[in-house]
């Protein structure tokens, strides 16, 4: 029930995947009128497969369209289902569905469907609907009773766009969807094919090529298992060659997997030319290296900008000191356990709204920020890494900003099993594992017993 002392705000939130799904919830527990905007037909951000990237144009010639999913047509979940989901609502196993502890994407998309469904959020969904601008009014450099324009557009009409005032914005839409390529020398002339693994879905249009991927991030890795089965050669390129155990076992298996350094240049007869001389024909790029911060429907007169992929300045990774909290951010963080933290996110922001906490002064929350930054650079981290967390102290700090429970023991060492495995066994770690333990632990405590003991499908 929400406190008479309360304060109830009018709040954007944009995006339905799984931090803006989190958000809504607890922007309506608090008592907030909360209307989300979402491009997609349905819930799920990153999780709603979009198989077609390419459409053909009067001519026949193909092009790829923008879409937001960079979700290939074979990929699961790095992570095991137990680890994954919010506080009060574990992914379970479902009868008839996937009920691998590793499903594949579409389980997870189902996941988020239950949520919406379980917790009426669809009702404050508007679907189709783009966000094309969103800016401060009348901005007094204090930020006090701060309101926001947000014009957003239902695609599926020929309406014109809406403008509509709120008291606050909260942006959930995600960050693996505009990819960051490299530099490379003869990137821009090579004329056979290039592409990023956004728009990769199948490995069949592959078949028989020369393929390089660069990158042997997770993506790199899992695209490269998977197009070695139908391309002629794949050479995978990566900054270092100290690999995994897990990866070295899969290029000796494979015959036409083979390992490289970085990509010197490209050169328009189609060679690649890598930084120790070796070179080879290719037919296919593949670029497996990341995704980059943007929101550029978002106005805020530069107070908040990125800078090569650091989204600042803002405090805890959620709040601009000058404009919060009447602006902030959920699911910016990477490497954590994603959905505890999003759901600790969006309850600090709801409880900020409603007056039941406060931040820092701007000051303080600066200083903190600048802080943060120095020891990233003591420790020569690269600027694009600002958000990676990797640290689950730092999850539990954050989680004490509003009284959230600290991750459970069983779920950090779930987590961290899950890696090692991962790093030993990379083909089959889905599939194989040794932590039955620390899983018996996890299905006894109260995060599923709770729920299990009224579930007959679990």
Same mark, same amino acid.
């Given at each position: 029930?929400?406190?008479?002392?309360?304060?109830?705000?009018?709040?954007?939130?944009?995006?339905?995947?799984?931090?803006?799904?989190?958000?809504?919830?607890?922007?309506?527990?608090?008592?907030?009128?909360?209307?989300?905007?979402?491009?997609?037909?349905?819930?799920?951000?990153?999780?709603?497969?979009?198989?077609?990237?390419?459409?053909?144009?009067?001519?026949?010639?193909?092009?790829?369209?923008?879409?937001?999913?960079?979700?290939?047509?074979?990929?699961?979940?790095?992570?095991?289902?137990?680890?994954?989901?919010?506080?009060?609502?574990?992914?379970?196993?479902?009868?008839?569905?996937?009920?691998?502890?590793?499903?594949?994407?579409?389980?997870?998309?189902?996941?988020?469907?239950?949520?919406?469904?379980?917790?009426?959020?669809?009702?404050?969904?508007?679907?189709?609907?783009?966000?094309?601008?969103?800016?401060?009014?009348?901005?007094?450099?204090?930020?006090?009773?701060?309101?926001?324009?947000? $014009?957003?557009?239902?695609?599926? #009409?020929?309406?014109?766009? &809406?403008? /509509?005032? =709120?008291?606050?914005? %909260? *942006?959930?839409?995600?960050?693996?969807?505009?990819?960051?390529?490299?530099?490379?020398?003869?990137?821009?002339?090579? $004329?056979?094919?290039?592409?990023? #693994?956004?728009?990769?879905? &199948?490995? /069949?249009? =592959?078949?028989?090529? %020369? *393929?390089?991927?660069?990158?042997?991030?997770?993506?790199?890795?899992?695209?490269?298992?998977?197009?070695?089965?139908?391309?002629?050669?794949?050479?995978? #390129?990566?900054?270092?060659?100290?690999?995994?155990?897990?990866?070295?076992? %899969?290029?000796?298996?494979?015959?036409?997997?083979?390992?490289?350094?970085?990509?010197?240049?490209?050169?328009?007869?189609?060679?690649?030319?890598?930084?120790? #001389?070796?070179?080879?024909?290719?037919?296919?790029?593949?670029?497996?290296?990341?995704?980059?911060?943007?929101?550029?429907?978002?106005?805020?007169?530069?107070?908040?900008?990125?800078?090569?992929?650091?989204?600042?300045?803002?405090?805890?990774?959620?709040?601009?000191?000058?404009?919060?909290?009447?602006?902030?951010?959920?699911?910016?963080?990477?490497?954590?356990?994603?959905?505890?933290?999003?759901?600790?996110?969006?309850?600090?922001?709801?409880?900020?709204?409603?007056?039941?906490?406060?931040?820092?002064?701007?000051?303080?929350?600066?200083?903190?920020?600048?802080?943060?930054?120095?020891?990233?650079?003591?420790?020569?981290?690269?600027?694009?890494?600002?958000?990676?967390?990797?640290?689950?102290?730092?999850?539990?700090?954050?989680?004490?900003?509003?009284?959230?429970?600290?991750?459970?023991?069983?779920?950090?060492?779930?987590?961290?099993?899950?890696?090692?495995?991962?790093?030993?066994?990379?083909?089959?770690?889905?599939?194989?594992?040794?932590?039955?333990?620390?899983?018996?632990?996890?299905?006894?405590?109260?995060?599923?017993?709770?729920?299990?003991?009224?579930?007959?499908?679990?």
């Amino acid at each position: 029930m929400v406190s008479p002392l309360s304060l109830s705000k009018k709040v954007c939130v944009i995006g339905a995947g799984p931090s803006g799904l989190v958000a809504a919830r607890e922007l309506r527990k608090e008592g907030h009128n909360v209307v989300v905007l979402e491009q997609r037909y349905d819930v799920g951000g990153q999780w709603l497969y979009e198989p077609n990237v390419e459409s053909e144009d009067p001519l026949g010639k193909k092009k790829f369209l923008q879409v937001h999913s960079s979700i290939y047509a074979s990929l699961r979940l790095v992570s095991p289902r137990e680890i994954m989901g919010f506080t009060d609502f574990p992914f379970l196993v479902k009868k008839g569905r996937d009920t691998r502890r590793f499903p594949g994407h579409r389980e997870l998309w189902l996941y988020l469907k239950d949520f919406c469904e379980h917790f009426g959020l669809r009702e404050m969904i508007r679907f189709n609907t783009s966000v094309e601008y969103v800016r401060m009014l009348e901005y007094d450099g204090i930020g006090k009773d701060l309101k926001w324009m947000v $014009k957003s557009r239902d695609k599926s #009409s020929e309406e014109t766009a &809406v403008e /509509e005032v =709120f008291d606050a914005v %909260v *942006v959930a839409t995600g960050h693996y969807s505009h990819p960051r390529l490299p530099t490379i020398k003869g990137m821009d002339t090579w $004329k056979r094919k290039q592409m990023h #693994s956004h728009i990769y879905r &199948v490995p /069949e249009p =592959f078949r028989n090529e %020369v *393929v390089v991927v660069v990158g042997n991030s997770l993506s790199g890795q899992d695209i490269s298992m998977e197009l070695v089965e139908v391309a002629k050669e794949v050479h995978l #390129s990566a900054k270092s060659l100290n690999i995994t155990e897990g990866l070295s076992k %899969v290029i000796s298996k494979h015959e036409n997997l083979h390992l490289h350094p970085q990509i010197e240049t490209l050169q328009e007869d189609g060679r690649v030319v890598f930084v120790d #001389s070796s070179w080879l024909i290719a037919d296919t790029i593949l670029h497996c290296t990341g995704y980059s911060y943007t929101f550029p429907f978002l106005d805020t007169k530069g107070i908040v900008a990125v800078d090569d992929d650091r989204v600042g300045p803002l405090y805890e990774h959620t709040f601009p000191p000058a404009l919060a909290p009447s602006l902030s951010f959920v699911g910016i963080p990477r490497k954590i356990i994603g959905f505890p933290f999003f759901e600790a996110q969006a309850k600090w922001i709801a409880q900020l709204l409603s007056g039941k906490r406060t931040l820092p002064s701007r000051e303080e929350m600066m200083h903190s920020i600048e802080e943060f930054y120095r020891s990233r650079d003591a420790a020569a981290i690269p600027k694009h890494y600002t958000h990676d967390i990797a640290d689950f102290e730092y999850c539990d700090r954050y989680g004490d900003h509003i009284g959230f429970p600290h991750l459970e023991e069983w779920r950090k060492q779930l987590c961290l099993s899950a890696l090692v495995n991962a790093d030993a066994n990379l083909e089959a770690y889905r599939d194989s594992w040794e932590d039955h333990e620390l899983l018996q632990e996890a299905l006894q405590s109260p995060h599923f017993t709770q729920l299990g003991a009224e579930d007959p499908t679990f």
